[in-house]
């Protein structure tokens, strides 16, 4: 019954390699959103869709690019990694509601080599 | 530019120990102030929405407050399993996309 989840938890790979990261929630919700936290926990939005829509893209490499298939799922597809992009990513969903509260999958570690 | 600044970065209580965490914002029109609680290597879980000031939450240990330029996040009596870190996020009246905008946290260490 996991609300928001994220496929692989870790991700150890090479510099120049192509790697995805998938996200899926079952709660329903219209929107949802790629969080990027660096070592010093800090939160930061990447990428937001609604029903399928990019809303947000904030000013990430376009190395990234999400990718939406239905509103349950939305996937992250990072080409050339960098050590740089060694972090923690996290899914987030909301219903339509503006002010609806954001439920955070497990996150995803990924270590770039 | 919207920006939220937490402080202490670290808190280290002895269980029993009351204190608050501030969460000091400054934004183009506030509509929600969000808290989450962060245990190691879990995804934010979500704790309180408050959407203008003078507004207060409690949950068991946990209650927020906020005014117009800072939230606080009171734990009363805190106990070793109220150890984590705590984020604080706003989202701006001029946002049509959810968007949060995250502090850096405070870490909170509850030794029994």
């Known amino acids: 019954d996991t609300a928001v989840s994220q496929t692989p938890k870790y991700l150890v790979t090479q510099m120049g390699n192509d790697k995805s990261i998938k996200c899926e929630q079952n709660l329903g919700h219209d929107t949802m959103y790629w969080y990027k936290q660096d070592s010093k926990k800090f939160l930061k939005i990447m990428f937001s869709?609604?029903?399928?829509?990019?809303?947000i893209n904030e000013t990430v490499p376009n190395r990234f690019s999400p990718k939406s298939p239905d509103k349950a799922h939305l996937n992250l597809h990072i080409n050339s990694l960098e050590l740089g992009d060694s972090a923690v990513y996290f899914c987030?969903?909301?219903?339509?509601?503006?002010?609806?509260?954001?439920?955070f999958g497990p996150g995803t570690r990924l270590t770039v080599l | 530019e919207d920006q939220v600044t937490q402080s202490p970065e670290a808190l280290r209580l002895q269980e029993g120990e009351s204190s608050s965490l501030n969460c000091s914002y400054t934004?183009?029109?506030?509509?929600?102030l969000f808290w989450y609680r962060q245990d190691p290597g879990k995804g934010p879980e979500f704790l309180f929405t408050?959407?203008?000031a003078g507004e207060e939450k409690e949950k068991e240990r946990l209650k927020a407050t906020l005014t117009k330029k800072e939230s606080f996040l009171h734990i009363t009596a805190p106990k070793p399993e109220d150890s984590a870190t705590y984020l604080c996020?706003?989202?701006?009246?001029?946002?049509?996309?959810?968007?949060?905008?995250f502090g850096q946290g405070t870490t909170l260490q509850v030794k029994p």
């Open positions: 869709y609604n029903n399928k829509e990019l809303i």
């Open positions: 996020a706003v989202q701006a009246r001029s946002s049509n996309t959810g968007k949060l905008i």
């Open positions: 934004v183009s029109g506030l509509r929600g």
């Open positions: 408050l959407y203008s």
């Open positions: 987030a969903s909301t219903a339509s509601g503006l002010t609806d509260t954001q439920y």
